[in-house]
């Protein structure tokens, strides 16, 4: 579990900043110290329906809104609408027709894009880059981060010629989305959200820790859902100062915490409910069921009632 909110320029090395070549990724617009504005995206292939990728996607879009005080959503869109001239990582639908699991390419100084045939190794360098992004250092000349397979423990970078110059130690998605929240109201208002999702942190008068894990509770997640997914993520971690990662899972969530589980079906509306604990450890679970179309409207509007 790794826990961010928002910080100073001066630590701009706790994420990923050194993989586009020093391009700025946070602003101070107002000189306070604060990054303000958020120059770095995620655009994803609108094909990708992997929950594990989408899930990843979500903790990234979280990982990002925690590092500002504010930003101009959306932070994560499609690969046709990608700004043009800001830095991004561009996620694409995985090509049964690439010969290896996952690889990170550096194809300028802008944009990296993630490609491979295994949803499930490219998802594990996503999850890496989202949920821990210090400690990378990737080596002068590096033109791609290769993870060959599934099981290994290591993506390994290479340069020219595929030339290998490093490699970089992966951390497996946890089963844990954090601390347990002892202290966590049962009651559960569906039209206040924001009551429910945060909670108090202790000698921070003002802090607010997300408590909410999202599950993706499908065999396939439909792009439009997997969108709105990603901005519920990043508003809630916007308004948050305290965010634990990953709080986005392919599957059922892990106990521990309140629990979000979407289920999108054939259905023509969309309903958000109470639901009974799966796992015993958590205090509520909500359920969000529906067609992908409704679904995607209601868990935005969820989101901002926050």
């Known amino acids: 579990m790794t826990a961010v909110g928002p910080r100073t320029l001066a630590t701009d090395a706790d994420f990923p900043a050194a993989l586009f070549s020093g391009e700025p990724l946070f602003a101070d617009t107002d000189g306070d110290g604060l990054p303000d504005r958020l120059r770095l995206f995620l655009a994803v292939d609108p094909r990708l329906s992997h929950p594990a990728l989408w899930a990843e996607a979500a903790n990234f879009a979280a990982r990002l809104a925690a590092e500002v005080a504010a930003l101009d959503p959306p932070v994560v869109h499609p690969l046709a609408d990608l700004p043009p001239d800001r830095p991004a990582l561009l996620l694409h639908a995985p090509d049964p027709g690439r010969e290896i699991a996952a690889r990170l390419e550096r194809r300028d100084r802008l944009h990296l894009h993630l490609v491979g045939h295994s949803a499930k190794a490219m998802a594990e360098i996503l999850h890496r880059l989202a949920c821990r992004g210090g400690g990378l250092n990737p080596p002068p000349g590096w033109e791609t981060l290769e993870l060959v397979g599934e099981r290994e423990a290591c993506a390994f970078f290479r340069g020219d010629r595929g030339r290998r110059l490093g490699r970089l130690r992966l951390m497996r ?5 954090g601390e347990a929240e002892d202290d966590f109201r049962e009651e559960c208002d569906l039209l206040r959200p924001g009551e429910t999702v945060f909670r108090a942190v202790a000698d921070e ?16 997640l439909p792009a439009v859902v997997g969108f709105a997914l990603c901005e519920a993520a990043a508003r809630l971690a916007l308004e948050a100062t305290v965010v634990d990662l990953p709080l986005a899972f392919a ?9 979000l589980e979407i289920r999108p079906d054939s259905a023509s509306g969309a309903r958000l409910e109470r639901a009974p604990s799966t796992g015993g450890g958590a205090r509520a679970v909500l359920r969000l069921t529906g067609g992908p179309q409704p679904v995607a409207r209601l868990l935005r509007l969820w989101a901002e009632l926050a």
Not at 173 to 177: C, G, K
Not at 205 to 220: E, M, N, S, Y
């Open 173 to 177: 998605r946890q089963s844990s989305p």
């Open 251 to 259: 599957g059922p969530a892990p106990r521990g915490a309140l629990i």
């Open 205 to 220: 008068p003002r802090g607010r820790r997300l408590t909410l894990a999202f599950g993706i509770c499908a065999p396939r």
